[in-house]
């Protein structure tokens, strides 16, 4: 049997990489696995709203790289940066994200271009970089934030549906690629969550149409914890024995 002497979700001695966590979902995954022990390199787009996430995080062996990460050539030298500063990696999350929301005769090749370049290959060119440089740590772990709406349908949501459901299936396949390290592969799959994106989206909204948003959730509207501790479990040993798995988050969104 395994020690117990230790908190089985403690992130203590890990180093782990975090994609788009200048805001949201990806700001509170850094600022919970900070909490939970991590030593973080955090990466986003924007220069004051990553500084900011930096100095949320618990003081630690940090660093920061801004970066587009969907202009693919950065990937590699982001991956370099990190194995540099840290040696082999133990974690990645992948929080970057981009939401549209249009009806299907309106979508045009572009549109599925941004969703799928955000929402699914840069992602999974951060681990190939990171796989190919045998920069994961054995029992690494690998999160990808997907969303409830890559299993389930919804009206005007044709590219970020398929977008996420690419990113839930391709990530079933890589954990089946890597078990054999040990490394595991995992989806959380929140709903709706209080984020500066989906304020956005609702200030677009009537007040009618954000109140059934709301009431398609039984417990109301989520928040971004709610994910980063998720996240924090499937990072840790607590879930050593998780992989390919699609985690939901979504106060009950799916139940329905």
Not at 2 to 21: D, N, Q, R, W, Y
Request: aromatic share 8%.
């Amino acid at each position: 049997m395994t020690s117990v002497s230790e908190s089985p979700f403690s992130l203590s001695g890990k180093k782990i990489i975090i994609t788009g966590a200048s805001s949201g979902i990806g700001r509170q995954c850094a600022v919970r696995c900070s909490m939970s022990g991590a030593s973080l390199l955090i990466s986003g787009r924007d220069e004051n709203r990553l500084q900011e996430t930096y100095e949320m995080l618990k003081p630690g062996d940090h660093s920061k790289y801004i970066g587009d990460l969907c202009e693919f050539d950065v990937v590699e030298k982001m991956v370099a940066d990190a194995l540099q500063k840290y040696g082999k990696i133990d974690g990645f999350i992948s929080s970057m994200g981009y939401e549209l929301t249009l009806p299907a005769y309106m979508m045009k090749p572009k549109d599925y271009q941004m969703l799928f370049n955000t929402n699914v290959i840069a992602g999974f060119e951060v681990s190939r970089q990171l796989i190919r440089k045998s920069g994961l740590n054995n029992k690494a772990s690998v999160v990808f934030i997907a969303s409830v709406m890559g299993m389930v349908g919804q009206v005007g949501k044709i590219g970020y549906c398929s977008s996420k459901g690419a990113l839930i299936s391709g990530a079933k396949a890589m954990a089946l690629e890597l078990s054999p390290s040990g490394i595991r592969v995992n989806t959380i799959l929140p709903a709706v969550c209080n984020t500066p994106l989906i304020e956005k989206m609702f200030s677009k909204y009537s007040d009618e149409r954000v109140q059934e948003i709301t009431r398609m959730h039984p417990l109301g509207i989520g928040d971004p914890d709610d994910v980063a501790l998720a996240a924090v479990y499937l990072l840790s040993d607590a879930s050593k024995w998780v992989t390919g798995s699609s985690l939901v988050i979504d106060g009950g969104y799916s139940a329905q």
